[in-house]
């Protein structure tokens, strides 16, 4: 189906040879005589079959070359903006386009993808230039639902002619199993640090390797990072994700191949929903814990993330005790809900919760650019999470103070655009259970909470649930008075302990009998908290309401985003390997750095290196 050039010779407008032609219109001339395959093959690209194909113009190459699975054919013409056209009959979801070049080997060209439902509005998927291959290329995109896929060009780096050899729309291939395959792995993925653009992906390996990740939108894991550095504690980062997008992944590592597993990444300041839960005091391995997780799983309950308040590994916070009491038990929802916690008292009793910090990969916004303590935005929700331990003296100072903690608090709250603020620790400011009222953080903290109208705090500490009245300073606000209501939620798993005491005044509701974890949903201007208890009921319901900022604080608010995140991102890593458990001082932000890698289109990835055993 080539078009070749007629030849003559004429001299002096004399013809040489009868039938003599007209010289031929100019064309792309024919690649020269090279090996090229027999028929398209793609990678990442499940190819939809195309009805009809169209063009805004050829040389004589029509654009019906471009589906004859045959590479020496093509569809050519010349000038900026011409365009080739697929229609595929019907609307399909896309992810992608795969493109093979003519002479695609000797120059890049520079082309936009488009998709369309109707033929006639375009929406640009994907620009760029091509790579200099005469192989196919599949360029992805967010996936979408389309009947037409525009190719348009715009001339290479040698000429302004455009030529294509082969076209094909992808759909998402066959999504992958979501089955472990391999040997298993000592420690499952879990996820840490889930933010609008990134994510962090944690595991172990059974011995020293260089695992993948590979990832992308849905079931279309067109990306992939590697941890770029051996051992068998790791932690991979994915880089350049979309707000609010659900993503899929899956951990290939030492022979192993995890199942494909998804999570949401965290939505910006114009959302107005978030869904989240929390619970303490549940690390035991026990029966109980497996009955409360069994519940939080379903999906009536499964969250966004999960607030871990303390206690997370009984009795001692060993790394044992952390994979047998925590990472075992609760994989299947850490694989797809990400986990942001608070240490408890038992968590410090081994070296003061450095195994809890080499287990957790969280943000590390705070001056000393520890992990202990940190804050973090989720759609119209403000966290912050502190270190009571520090508090309450559990804590040396060269690990963290109550002055530099509190100094950060003060700071980050003020700094605070989000319409809700959620405060989580683990030693309660307001308890009637066996440990009580733990006085220096309701002092020390509760004044810049009023200040700053936190809506909610939730702390574990002791095995119950207790919900306070809206509190104010060390009374039962008054009706003049904005109150904070403190939550007690440490009825995840460990024994319950009855009250020693009366109910007192200040409480609104407690339970010693239950155990559960806490469900939050914010809609809007209004929060509601439900205690759901492990046999799936529930036992005691709290709802806050407030009238939001206008909109055009909220617009000016979300116009700050994207420089706090590239900021928040640009700090937020986890730590570089280490073969010694230092203390936060003789690790520094620093050092916490990462190996960059390249990833799709519109995006880089980057690898975490890996943690070597015994750290």
């Known amino acids: 189906m080539r078009n070749r050039l007629l030849v003559s010779t004429c001299l002096l407008g004399a013809c040489l040879a009868t039938g003599c032609e ?14 090229l395959p027999e028929a ?40 900026t903006g011409v365009w ?31 998709t369309s439902t109707d033929g006639s509005s375009f929406t640009q998927a994907y620009a760029g230039d091509s790579a200099l291959t005469t192989a196919a290329q599949t360029v992805a995109f967010s996936s979408r639902s389309a009947r037409y896929v525009r190719v348009t060009v715009n001339g290479n780096t040698v ?52 695992p993948t990740v590979r990832y992308g939108e849905g079931t279309s894991l067109t990306s992939s990072v590697s941890a770029g550095v051996s051992g068998t504690r790791h932690a991979v980062k994915l880089s350049g994700l979309s707000a609010g997008r659900t993503y899929g992944y899956v951990v290939e590592a030492c022979g192993s191949k995890t199942g494909l597993r998804s999570f949401k990444t965290s939505t910006t300041s114009a959302a107005t929903k978030a869904h989240f839960t929390a619970m303490g005091d549940f690390g035991t391995g026990g029966s109980m814990q497996a009955k409360v997780m069994a519940v939080m799983s379903t999906p009536a309950w499964r969250s966004e993330l999960l607030l871990a308040l303390g206690d997370n590994a009984y009795p001692n916070g060993t790394d044992a005790e952390f994979q047998a009491h925590l990472f075992t038990p609760m994989a299947g929802l850490l694989r797809e809900v990400p986990m942001f916690a608070t240490p408890g008292n038992h968590e410090y009793v081994t070296n003061q919760a450095q195994p809890y910090l080499d ?35 559990l804590a040396s100072a060269d690990r963290c103070t109550l002055s530099a ?14 319409p809700w603020t959620v405060v989580f620790f683990h030693h309660p400011s307001w308890s009637s259970g066996e440990h009580g009222s733990q006085l220096t953080m309701r002092r020390q903290f509760g004044p810049l909470f009023e200040k700053y109208g936190v809506d909610l705090v939730l702390t574990g500490h002791d095995h119950d649930y207790e919900r306070s009245k809206p509190m104010y300073g060390d009374n039962v606000a008054s009706s003049t008075q904005r109150g904070i209501p403190y939550l007690v939620v440490g009825s995840g798993g460990a024994t319950l ?12 509701v407690r339970d010693a009998a239950a155990y559960g974890f806490l469900d939050v949903v914010v809609d809007g201007g209004t929060l509601t908290a439900r205690l759901i208890t492990s046999s799936n009921t529930v036992r005691d319901t709290l709802v806050l309401k407030k009238t939001l900022l206008k909109s055009a604080t909220r617009v000016q608010a979300s116009a700050l985003e994207a420089d706090e995140a590239q900021a928040e991102e640009a700090q937020d890593t986890p730590p570089a390997p280490r073969t ?36």
């Open 580 to 615: 010694t458990a230092p203390s936060p001082a003789a690790r520094p932000r620093a050092a916490r750095g990462h190996a960059g890698v390249r990833g799709r289109p519109g995006g880089a990835a980057s690898a975490v290196a890996a943690r070597p055993a015994g750290g």
């Open 497 to 508: 302990r009855a009250f020693a005491t009366s109910q007192p005044s200040w409480t609104a």
């Open 359 to 393: 287990s957790m990969y969280l943000p590390a916004n705070n001056p000393q650019g520890s992990e202990r303590y940190y804050s973090f935005d989720w759609g119209p929700v403000h966290f912050l999470s502190l270190d009571s331990n520090c508090a309450v003296g």
């Open 40 to 79: 398209l093959a793609a990678s990442n690209c499940n190819q939809l079959v195309t009805k009809a194909v169209t063009a805004s113009g050829d040389d004589g190459n029509v654009p019906a070359n471009t589906q004859d699975d045959d590479l020496a054919t093509r569809w050519s013409a010349q000038g």
């Open 84 to 114: 080739l056209q697929m229609d595929l009959g019907s609307s399909q979801t896309l992810t992608g386009t795969t493109l093979a070049w003519h002479r695609g080997n000797e120059r890049q060209n520079h082309f936009v993808v488009s």
């Open 22 to 35: 007209s010289p031929p219109a100019s064309t792309d001339s024919d690649l020269p005589p090279v090996a």
């Open 405 to 418: 903690q509190k100094t950060w608090a003060e700071a980050d709250l003020a700094a605070n655009t989000r």
């Open 159 to 210: 000429n302004d002619w455009n030529s294509i050899a082969e076209a094909r729309a992808c759909s998402a291939s066959a999504p992958p199993s979501t089955s472990d395959s391999g040997p298993a792995l000592p420690r499952l993925p879990y996820l840490q640090s889930v933010k609008q653009t990134s994510a962090i992906v944690a595991f172990r390996t059974p011995s020293s390797c260089t």
